[in-house]
């Protein structure tokens, strides 16, 4: 799904109103429809909820929202930490429907007062500024943000949390910490990236009604990647493990057995067809003992239970027949099995995932990526990992920097992290929306990486591939974090989550796939 910044957001609704007659005040309507469902599902059966408004349209959001909200029964004040004399004309109408109904627009003052009232609120909704905010909060915004931040309940944001700058994800200031965000029509930048993307919560993006034509002419190669979207096609009834991909892992050595395991794992329970994994002699027997679907080989091994140089050559011939190989999980930063990597990037024609110590096996061997322009290589660094890769800090802008890498040496780079970023040497980009703490734990990378070679296995091309394996990879890290917590959770419990999140993927209509 295509981001779009500020300005695209303001031609677009300019377009639907002018070219094609849609009045504004409807889908200021659509807009307060869409976020009440929302507020309802926050409350939780908490009668009371509390609106803070600005001057502008996304105020005239939260006063028709709040309009609807005492509407479905519930007791609500709506505040305006704002200046009465800028109301727009469409936000000045929603007062005027709010007031036919008896409704109040309050002053907020952040008395003790109204601080207390809030308290007592099931749901807060944030429709102070939305995407117009470009300065830093101060005044009674400032405040009601604070007021919002410092309550027990939930905080629902209209389009952006305030205090966020819609197209960076910069915090300006002070912002709303939001457990739920309703976007409208497309997503905004700042909701996924830099601190914004820890701001948003959950990411609602609900239609109001601007033609679909519109919304396609939108222009931009950044995306966000959102479950909605996705879907894999039911398997042909005649197929057999053939068609679904001849996979090979390399990687492990002692002290690291369970990594190319865990990426095995998670290659089969994502549909692999058949998946080889390469490790040192005295791993296979660990390897052996867990892997019951894959089929784990010993490669020659050195003293201290890495590959030796000799490993690069039988696992070469081991790929013969392959269609994808992974290079990394629990490799180790030995000499020779750097050597071992290098030499097999240098060699295979396949296309490749390298991860972990596989990627670390380039430090200083730039060249050795570089060479491969033209195939499809693609790497899963986290921030550390990119530092010894290209020899610079990730720094703020981490889409910028996962692009320029990109770019420079024509590889996929899978940038992980809070809002994986996923960058094609033609610019384009993928900001990921799924995942949570719960995976910061050893062993998660290993399952995206299998999960990786399985779909680039089964002959995805890397465009759906790469973003679909990162948010499916999310999705079932926020299946375990819903069903046993975010302190409890293992990549084992990561993996055992797969088949559900892929069932309800299999056959979805209407997904548009990225």
């Given at each position: 799904m295509k981001l779009a910044g500020a300005e695209q957001m303001r031609a677009l609704d300019q377009a639907a109103i002018w070219e094609r007659g849609i009045p504004s005040l409807e889908l200021m309507e659509r807009a307060a429809q869409a976020a009440v469902a929302q507020a309802l599902a926050e409350a939780q059966g908490v009668h009371r909820a509390a609106v803070f408004c600005g001057s502008g349209n996304n105020g005239g959001d939260g006063v028709a929202a709040a309009r609807l909200l005492r509407a479905a029964g519930l007791e609500v004040r709506c505040f305006l930490a704002g200046r009465r004399e800028k109301l727009t004309p469409d936000c000045r109408e929603m007062v005027r429907r709010w007031e036919e109904t008896g409704g109040k627009l309050e002053d907020f003052t952040g008395s003790p007062e109204q601080a207390a009232w809030c308290a007592g609120c099931g749901v807060l909704v944030d429709a102070l500024f939305g995407i117009g905010l470009n300065t830093e909060l101060r005044g009674l915004p400032l405040a009601a943000v604070e007021l919002m931040n410092a309550c027990p309940a939930p905080t629902l944001a209209v389009d952006l949390p305030s205090g966020v700058e819609a197209d960076t994800g910069q915090v300006l200031g002070v912002a709303v910490e939001a457990a739920a965000t309703v976007t409208f029509t497309?997503?905004?930048?700042?909701?996924?990236?830099?601190?914004?993307?820890?701001?948003?919560?959950?990411?609602?993006?609900?239609?109001?009604?601007?033609?679909?034509?519109?919304?396609?002419?939108?222009?931009?190669?950044?995306h966000g990647v959102f479950p909605e979207e996705l879907s894999l096609p039911r398997r042909r009834r005649d197929s057999h493990k053939g068609d679904y991909?001849?996979?090979?892992?390399?990687?492990?050595?002692v002290g690291y057995s369970g990594a190319p395991v865990l990426a095995a794992q998670a290659a089969v329970r994502s549909g692999g067809g058949l998946v080889s994994v390469g490790v040192p002699a005295p791993v296979w027997p660990v390897a052996g003992a867990k892997l019951d679907e894959a089929m784990p080989h010993p490669l020659p091994a050195?003293?201290?239970?890495?590959?030796?140089?000799?490993?690069?050559?039988?696992?070469?011939?081991?790929?013969?027949?392959?269609?994808?190989?992974?290079?990394?999980?629990?490799?180790?930063?030995?000499n020779s099995a750097a050597s071992v990597v290098r030499r097999v990037l240098r060699a295979v024609h396949l296309p490749v995932v390298l991860d972990a110590d596989g990627i670390n096996a380039l430090e200083g061997h730039i060249d050795v990526l570089d060479a491969r322009r033209g195939a499809c290589t693609v790497l899963t660094p986290h921030d550390g990992e990119f530092i010894r890769l290209s020899g610079a800090p990730v720094g703020e802008d981490r889409l910028a920097a996962a692009r320029a890498f990109a770019a420079e040496h024509g590889?996929?780079?899978?940038l992980k992290g809070h809002r994986t970023i996923t960058a094609f040497p033609d610019g384009a980009a993928y900001v990921?929306?799924?995942?949570?703490?719960?995976?910061?734990?050893?062993?998660?990378?290993?399952?995206?990486?299998?999960?990786?070679?399985?779909?680039?296995?089964?002959?995805?091309?890397?465009?759906?591939a790469v973003p679909m394996a990162v948010c499916v990879h999310g999705m079932a890290g926020d299946l375990c974090a819903g069903e046993l917590g975010e302190y409890g959770m293992t990549p084992g419990d990561i993996i055992g989550a797969l088949p559900r999140v892929l069932k309800a993927l299999e056959g979805r209509r209407g997904a548009p796939n990225l």
């Open positions: 497309l997503p905004k930048p700042g909701l996924l990236l830099g601190e914004g993307g820890t701001r948003s919560g959950r990411i609602i993006v609900a239609g109001i009604g601007i033609p679909t034509d519109l919304v396609r002419e939108v222009g931009g190669d950044l991909g001849k996979s090979y892992i390399l990687g492990g050595s050195n003293r201290e239970g890495g590959f030796s140089l000799e490993a690069a050559e039988e696992a070469l011939r081991r790929m013969e027949g392959c269609g994808v190989c992974l290079i990394g999980p629990g490799l180790g930063r030995s590889c996929v780079l899978v990921n929306a799924t995942g949570n703490p719960g995976m910061a734990k050893g062993g998660s990378g290993d399952v995206l990486s299998g999960i990786l070679l399985s779909f680039l296995g089964q002959g995805m091309p890397p465009r759906l």
